[in-house]
T-cell receptor
């Protein structure tokens, strides 16, 4: 079964600093990969996804992620944090070898942005 | 219309009540999902409907009963719930039931069981 590990349940950065949120998956066949963001009392919103093609994926709000097969990683970055980026971030995977869409989520990383 | 709507936003119910949660999308998506999310935890999949047929039931207790009357609408009927069922219930939809498709989430219904 797929599993997803997000290193760091809480990450704190200063406004304007680099944001790096880590995600590693465990499967021999790379899955489809997703990053979602959840603001307080709201649903999840897709930031970006990787299915095939270029391994550096650009998403909304200035975020990007790079799929690295050799490291089984899909880390999320943003060059300069804004206060509005404070939220919960979930990495999720979907197994290519099963039919249908079934997302497996990581435990989440709470991002705090300090002024 | 590119959103998933859920009603009500908040629901408080007793353990003997019967209530329903409603989810609607008008994006022409053919897969719809119910998730349960406890505080500070990721969403947990409960049910998946693909082309209005129940495709996945993740061993959810029978006090939760899903229904998909048509391709735009998804209901979750609740009966004899327990306090531990208090959570945020999220609905999502995707264009197809394909593992590379993005899921679009609604804002959720915050359920409290007394």
């Amino acid at each position: 079964a797929q599993s997803v590990t997000q290193l760091g349940s809480h990450v704190s950065v200063s406004e304007g600093a680099l944001v790096l949120l880590r995600c590693n998956y465990s499967s021999s066949v790379p899955p489809y990969l997703f990053w979602y963001v959840q603001y307080p009392n709201q649903g999840l919103q897709l930031l970006l996804k990787y299915t095939t093609g270029a391994t550096l994926v650009k998403g909304i709000n200035g975020f990007e992620a790079e799929f690295k097969k050799s490291e089984t990683s899909f880390h999320l970055t943003k060059p300069s944090a804004h206060m509005s980026d404070a939220a919960e971030y979930f990495c999720a995977v979907s197994d290519k070898e099963t039919s249908g869409s079934r997302l497996t989520f990581g435990e989440g990383t709470q991002l705090t942005v300090n002024p | 219309d590119t959103e998933v709507t859920q009603t009500p936003k908040h629901l408080v119910m007793g353990m003997t009540n019967k209530k329903s949660l409603k989810c609607e999308q008008h994006m022409g998506h053919r897969a719809m999902y119910w998730y349960k999310q406890k505080a500070k935890k990721p969403p947990e999949l409960m049910f998946v409907y693909s082309y209005e047929k129940l495709s996945i039931n993740e061993s959810v207790p029978s006090r939760f009963s899903p229904e998909c009357p048509n391709s735009s609408l998804l209901n979750l009927h609740l009966h004899a719930l327990q306090p531990e069922d208090s959570a945020l219930y999220l609905c999502a939809s995707s264009p197809r039931w394909w593992n590379g498709d993005e899921q679009f989430f609604g804002p959720g219904t915050r359920l409290t069981v007394l």
